[in-house]
């Protein structure tokens, strides 16, 4: 299983960035998948997660901002960050769970005030 994730940047507050990630070595579309991120000094975390059938959850942090998306075809998983806010900078992982969990390298996403 691979993983590889792509989107990020520098971006000024206020603005988009849409990440993609795309897995390989995997029947993508019997397995939840997610995003995750880890800012300088903290616990990575969770960010956004869709199910199999599509339904997503957010955390508080970024409802109303963020929407994660997927397209089983291509095998892919999107996060469409909007109103992006200088505590978004961080390393954002894309995460797919079948006997184990299995990690993309991460993209960096640096949003500047």
């Known amino acids: 299983v691979q993983l590889q994730a792509f989107g990020g940047g520098l971006v000024q507050a206020g603005g988009s960035l849409r990440l993609s990630c795309h897995a390989s070595?995997?029947?993508?579309?019997?397995?939840?998948i997610g995003w995750y991120r880890q800012a300088p000094g903290k616990q990575r975390e969770l960010v956004a997660e869709i199910s199999t059938e599509g339904s997503s959850t957010l955390a508080d942090s970024v409802k109303g901002r963020f929407a994660i998306s997927r397209d089983n075809v291509r095998r892919m998983v999107y996060l469409q960050m909007n109103s992006l806010k200088v505590e978004d900078t961080a390393v954002y992982y894309c995460?797919?769970?079948?006997?184990?969990?299995?990690w993309g390298r991460g993209t960096l996403v640096t949003v500047s005030s």
């Open positions: 995460k797919i769970s079948r006997d184990r969990d299995y």
């Open positions: 070595g995997v029947n993508f579309r019997l397995y939840p």
